[in-house]
């Protein structure tokens, strides 16, 4: 139950009401506690937002991310790989290379989307197999990359690497960075990667 008491039209606001009216939005004793029960609002796990990355089963007005709409040409990714734009153009006949540890492929959305798994096109080139891709996700509140899952072991034989999944997260901006790169070869080829929200 709300502590403060409303304020008709024309009124003014007293240091009283001003104060009761922090005690609904600071206080969780008495105020708005966000527990998801009758009025006292939805459920909001502070925990789960706390690293800015959020990361939790559903926020309502979030989109979550297709792979069509990772595939969209105007979205196009970018990076210090060589090709980047060729990393999500629904092709997997068109490749882009990692060369060192470190390169990446960015994809930046003018919203936020939440996913929860990616995958990874591995180009047939003679190869040791045990190239390695990490996912990244831009954090809004520290301005820095966090690490969120890693593929290993990427097969080069024109094959998709299985469905990696992570719990869900949400952000504006996405990394694809090299952290081992193929033995034999010297450089790690994806053909294409998808990322999407299941479930």
């Not at 930046?108 to 990490?134: H, L, M, P």
């Not at 820095?144 to 072991?153: F, H, Q, V």
């Amino acid at each position: 139950m709300a502590v403060s008491s409303d304020v008709s039209t024309g009124d003014q606001a007293t240091a009283a009401q001003y104060n009761e009216l922090r005690e609904d939005v600071l206080d969780a004793a008495t105020g708005h506690a966000h527990t998801g029960g009758a009025d006292a609002g939805k459920t909001l796990d502070a925990a789960a937002i706390a690293s800015g990355v959020l990361a939790v089963a559903r926020i309502g007005g979030v989109k979550e991310m297709t792979v069509a709409e990772f595939q969209t040409l105007t979205i196009t990714a970018s990076g210090t790989a060589t090709n980047p734009t060729n990393m999500n153009d629904n092709d997997v006949g068109t490749d882009g290379d990692l060369h060192v540890v470190g390169e990446y492929y960015e994809v930046d959305f003018d919203e936020i989307r939440c996913c929860n798994r990616w995958r990874i096109y591995g180009t047939a080139v003679a190869s040791n197999d045990d190239g390695a891709v990490k996912l990244q996700a831009y954090n809004n509140i520290t301005r820095a990359w966090d690490d969120i899952d890693t593929i290993s072991n990427i097969v080069q034989n024109n094959v998709w690497s299985g469905w990696s999944t992570f719990t869900r997260i949400a952000s504006d901006q996405y990394r694809f960075v090299s952290t081992i790169v193929d033995t034999t070869m010297g450089y790690t080829r994806p053909g294409e990667i998808e990322i999407d929200n299941q479930g």
